[in-house]
C-alpha cells in the first residue's frame, strides 16, 4: 500500500458562464428576425413565381416583388421587436415579461 501515490482532490466542476438576461433577450430577438426573413422572404419569391408562371408570361419583376414584400413584412416585424424592449409577445396574443 505504500507504493500507491496519494489520490487527488477531485476538481471542482466548472459553473456555465451564464449570459446577462438582456443578451440572451437580444440574442433570442435576432434569431427571430433571421429566421423570419428568410421564412417570409421566400414565401413571397415563391408566391412572385407562381403568379409570373400563371398570370404575367413568365417575367421577373413578380418574384422580386414578392420577394420584397416578404422582406419588408419581417423588416417592420423586427423592428417592432426590437423597439418593444424587454417584453415578449406569445402566440395566444399576450404580453409575457420574463423574470
Do not use: C
Request: a positive charge; glycine letters at 10%; charged letters at 20%.
Amino acid at each position: 500500500m505504500a507504493d500507491k501515490p496519494p489520490s487527488e482532490p477531485a476538481a471542482a466542476p466548472i459553473a456555465p458562464s451564464s449570459r446577462p438576461v438582456s443578451e440572451a433577450l437580444l440574442n433570442d430577438k435576432w434569431d427571430h428576425f433571421i429566421s423570419s426573413l428568410l421564412i417570409r422572404s421566400s414565401l413571397g419569391l415563391s408566391f412572385g413565381v407562381v403568379f409570373s408562371v400563371l398570370l404575367f408570361k413568365r417575367r421577373a419583376w413578380p418574384a422580386w416583388v414578392g420577394l420584397g414584400f416578404g422582406a419588408g413584412r419581417a423588416w417592420e416585424e423586427g423592428d417592432a421587436n426590437f423597439k418593444r424592449g424587454a417584453t415578449r409577445t406569445g402566440m395566444e396574443g399576450m404580453r409575457l415579461v420574463r423574470s
